[in-house]
């Protein structure tokens, strides 16, 4: 099992010789089934076009697909990091762009049931990155459970997508409930995904927000809309981006304008803004999963 050590690559040491502020963003949801996953690589994509040194991890710990979703084959994943087996660095793989990329495990229950030793072992095995990056952006399971709620936790901005279905409103409320009144988070992004129009898209937000201004106290933010077209359909089925495969289809041209409201928001230019404070964040989340039972 990976277990931090007190050695030159420690996250301590690490924030001394690394002040690159680092924008962390996850990406999460209800519930299954509304996109989400092609919305984390397609921002991700777009903004690596621009510029941005974009690192995106998989952290869906039980069922994670990004890497088939890009038409790419990672021999090894962060399970391997977890056990000791191999370094950050060397299941790291190159996406589109050069959009760097952590492939997680698909159906592995030790990654789906990390516990507060193994979070540990991602502080050290985060500290030994050497390339500054921009942004990290995390996709995250979708649902309510540990891992979702401590990868919120750690992220500077969340984005929450949701779609036009009852159960993906109810399901995004109940997880900004969590979130708020459990553990503080405030401000929400919303993303409408899958719309037939740019209104549409509105309308689900301001179906969220109706509901969330009466019951809860945080910000929700209308991030914008994804309209669903032929060519985002096209695009899953040749495992690529919408954004590189069909750069100018509304859909594209959605997630490059989604992108630079993201490359907009304020980076915190203060050691909380490192990115070895986002591992040290998620660490210290250790949220019991009974809470959410309830």
């Not at 890009?70 to 660095?89: A, D, F, M, Q, Y």
């Not at 502080?123 to 401590?150: K, M, P, R, Y």
């Not at 036009?164 to 997880?175: K, M």
């Not at 669903?228 to 997630?255: C, E, G, H, N, T």
């Amino acid at each position: 099992m990976l277990m931090p050590e007190r050695d030159s690559r420690s996250p301590n040491r690490l924030g001394k010789s690394k002040k690159h502020p680092v924008q962390v963003i996850a990406v999460t949801s209800g519930k299954g089934g509304v996109g989400k996953t092609n919305v984390s690589a397609n921002i991700a994509v777009a903004m690596t076009a621009t510029g941005k040194k974009v690192m995106l991890l998989d952290a869906d710990m039980g069922m994670a697909n990004l890497d088939v979703m890009l038409g790419l084959r990672p021999i090894h994943n962060l399970s391997h990091v977890i056990s000791g087996e191999k370094t950050l660095s060397e299941v790291i793989i190159e996406g589109p762009g050069g959009l760097k990329i952590i492939p997680a495990a698909s159906g592995v229950k030790l990654m789906a049931e990390l516990g507060p030793m193994q979070h540990a072992g991602l502080i050290h095995a985060f500290s030994e990155l050497n390339d500054e990056i921009d942004v990290l952006l995390v996709d995250t399971a979708a649902g309510i459970s540990d891992s979702v709620i401590n990868f919120c936790r750690a992220a500077q901005e969340v984005v929450v997508v949701v779609c036009d279905e009852p159960t993906s409103l109810v399901d995004a409320f109940a997880l900004m409930k969590v979130l708020n009144r459990d553990h503080g988070i405030n401000r929400f992004q919303i993303l409408s995904n899958m719309t037939h129009s740019s209104q549409e898209g509105r309308e689900i937000y301001t179906k969220l927000l109706n509901v969330t201004d009466k019951y809860l106290d945080l910000t929700a933010i209308y991030m914008g809309t994804v309209p669903y077209d032929d060519y985002l359909r096209k695009a899953v089925k040749k495992q690529r981006p919408v954004v590189a495969a069909y750069p100018r289809s509304r859909s594209s041209l959605a997630f490059k304008n989604l992108a630079q409201k993201a490359d907009k928001w304020p980076v915190q230019d203060t050691p909380g803004g490192h990115l070895e404070f986002f591992v040290e964040r998620l660490v210290g989340s250790g949220t019991k999963e009974s809470e959410f039972r309830k």
